[in-house]
């Protein structure tokens, strides 16, 4: 195993020469910010390193001003990083090297609906919420709901996915097209409004899950899809989280169309229960989402409930109104803030493994061993439908013995992940943290074709670099 | 409108040197062919262009063989040509700069079924019809169903995708992993078997449609799918294509789950009847297959069938047994060689245009007017659930004006989809044909970001070369 660079990010600012700056200010005025306030939100993120913020901050309000950045960063081979709600968990806007920070939250108008078509086009700053809000009215609904608000160019940039993704898919499935503009500051558009195209490679797919390493995002093509006639959420809890995987794993097996299936561990349902006063059972429980006719959810929840009853679940409780929904699923997103508050002043360390469903209960089980025995406090929730689940062991800042302990888990873990043929990362992407491992999962033959391709169309590195893997 | 490549394809043989012939002998015995007919038979495709064959032939049998062969022939910058069943469109195995072809139909074992994560990996000589006869009995199929019996690395390699793909995505989104054998000659595996990943650039989705121009697959892993519990086939016949089309739109919109949405124009139903003796109306038809419980089946056929009324169809007739769907979908696949045959001694020249479904009624029906007014023989079928559909002209290849107006009807019909937001090949691939094409519809931008990352991984342009796009 590769040791990931959690402890200490490789610094290697590269100067902003007082031209570059000159030119910004010129054209950006009020809107090109190098205050150390405004510097630092934007070199912050989600993960737990500290970086030093990036030498000025870009608020950038058309593809032009964004063109008009990259063009001077390439001319100066300056590292532009794009900065959408901060929300990553892994460092992805963190400045490394230095250089801009490109704010794309002015970014933020929904450009075109076509509801007949099911698709949508949006600026990358528009956020999933914002997205939903504004074609409430379609009868449509966009499905990807990884948690956070956040925008929609951070979430093609980093695959996002969530808990819809089981019926939807992810960013990768629901991304058409996007426009983009590439190193050498050219704005350059990929995909149709089609549904399918054999047209020449898939830089949509390419460009998705790229981390800002190979262009910056400006607009965006996704698909939607109808509201369902009937909604229906159901909690159901387990005697072990053993057999509340199980119980998932049947379901995906039998082909259920279920929209979503998260699992919580005890001390999760014991975090939301003290963050949302919502006096559930404190056990292993899986909180799941049907959509369809009426009557396709009707069959989908007797199906389910029937395998949970044949894995001991107890207890299956409807929410039937939206209301009760939105409760629920309002607490499933708090988990991790809640989880948080249930050792005061800690940090967490997060990890994303995803494996083949078949091995999803031996990986749990295995990983909820290893940390109880660690005697270190943690929580799981995860997006099981998908093999996908997040282990955030809860550690003392001030300890770093605790630090090292759970890095020593997380190691343990991703290598159990990738013995069973998974991913070290579901959906939060490799960032800083997980670039050792991607080495480990990929294969250094894999990963030189990805530096190989950065290289090609980034020659200068000034898209985000130091990501993904050190060139 | 760029000029496509179709009458003359641009040839630029490489000699094949001796001592790389000598080579490939010493190693391959009698799995290295030189002769003319094994050579011409690995140099036709189902495209509409004469080209020399290959210079030699090689039967490979394991991954080794083909590091082999790639790695000699990058030493002497030689073409290396993937061949599989042979029935691409688009002329993708034609030896436009002479080389070496790389006969993969030796590689044809399914290597491991995963039934419970629904998951497959075969070698790439498999055929789609071999994989689904070998799966038959762990209760899942592979779905992706592009008529011709291909093989799934021709099916990864053109981004294929057929009836199914309404329901069930098409190559794209049913890849998960690879191995494949870059132009160096080293042997890279991409992906996982888990069902969603965010590690790095998504190598797997740039290599599905790269055309051989990449790499050489080897080893694919397939998503596989639950056998519905039901299966329901029916047709339906109109007064006018655009009626059966307005149907499709309908359906899609409203989100029902169909699994096949076919229309066959009234040529088309007229040369089946006349291959297959099936007796079917010599009407506009919509041939359809619904999947799912038999609930879900009965409703959604229930809403087609009110949607089909409401757009005056009618005749609704349901194929219930397994024989009876067999037969209509057998009729559906022979409607290509049915078409031709309409026409003694004629050849096809073949769209494949697919636009976002709202325009598919605007689109066929102007198409259909087009090629009305000039008098062409010609059929229409098409996968117009997804908004893709293909217009057979067919010519007398005698009669070079004949072709002169089929290209121009297909310049037409392409910018028509264009202008509509679509795409110029639904699922055929560029290939020769579609060069000019491709740069129509993605921009000198886009398409000069693929020759970029084409240079950068095959330096030697010993992949495929001449294909999607001149280097």
């Known amino acids: 195993m590769n040791a990931p660079a959690e402890f200490a990010p490789h610094l290697e600012p590269r100067p902003l020469p007082a031209p570059m700056l000159d030119a910004l200010r010129a054209r950006f005025g009020e809107r090109c910010v190098s205050s150390l306030a405004v510097r630092e939100q934007h070199g912050r993120d989600e993960s737990p390193f500290d970086v030093p913020p990036p030498e000025v901050v870009v608020f950038c309000e058309s593809n032009d001003d964004v063109v008009f950045v990259v063009t001077l960063a390439n001319r100066h081979a300056v590292p532009v990083i794009p900065f959408g709600a901060g929300s990553s968990l892994e460092g992805h806007l963190l400045a490394v090297q230095g250089g801009v920070s490109i704010d794309l939250t002015r970014m933020n108008r929904v450009l075109r609906v076509n509801a007949e078509d099911l698709t949508v086009t949006v600026q990358a700053g528009v956020t999933r919420m914002q997205l939903n809000r504004e074609i409430k009215d379609s009868g449509l609904f966009f499905p990807i709901d990884p948690g956070a608000d956040a925008t929609l160019g951070g979430m093609s940039a980093t695959r996002a996915s969530g808990t819809n993704a ?43 899950g790229s981390e800002g390493t190979l262009g910056v995002m400006t607009e965006i093509t996704l698909r939607l899809v109808p509201l369902p006639e009937a909604v229906s959420a159901a909690v159901c809890f387990f005697d072990s989280v053993d057999a509340a995987v199980r119980t998932t794993i049947e379901t995906i097996q039998l082909g259920v169309p279920i929209a ?39 069959e989908q929840a007797e199906t389910v409930q029937a395998l949970a009853r044949d894995n001991g679940g107890a207890d299956f409780q409807w929410a039937t109104t939206p209301e009760e929904r939105t409760r629920l699923w309002t607490a499933r997103h708090h988990a991790y ?15 994303d493994c995803c494996v083949p469903i078949s091995r999803l209960a031996e990986c749990i089980n295995a990983t909820v061993a290893d940390v109880d025995a660690s005697g270190l406090p943690y929580f799981i929730v995860g997006h099981v439908g998908d093999g996908n689940f997040h ?33 070290c990362t579901g959906e939060h992407g490799i960032g800083l943290h997980k670039m050792g491992f991607l080495l480990d999962e990929a294969g250094a033959g894999a990963v030189e074709l990805m530096r190989t391709i950065k290289r090609a169309l980034d020659p200068n590195n000034i898209m985000n670099p130091g990501k993904i893997f050190a060139l």
């Open 166 to 208: 089981v019926r939807y898919g992810t960013m990768r499935e629901n991304v058409l097209g996007l426009t983009v503009v590439t190193a050498s500051g050219e704005l350059v558009h990929t995909g149709t409004r089609a549904r399918k195209s054999s047209a020449g490679y898939d830089l949509t797919r390419l460009l998705v």
């Open 391 to 423: 282990v955030a062991y809860l550690i003392d800042p001030l300890q770093p013995p605790e630090r090292v302990l759970a890095e020593k888990l997380n190691h343990q873990l991703v290598a159990r992940a990738l013995q069973m043929e998974g991913t």
């Open 337 to 351: 803030l809640s989880g948080l508050q249930m050792r005061p002043g800690c940090r967490a360390v997060t990890t």
């Open 260 to 298: 979503r299936c998260e699992l919580l561990d005890a001390h999760a349902v014991r975090a939301v229960n003290a963050h949302d006063k919502l006096g559930l059972r404190e056990q292993p429980m899986l909180l799941m989402e049907f959509h369809g006719s009426a009557a396709s959810v009707q």
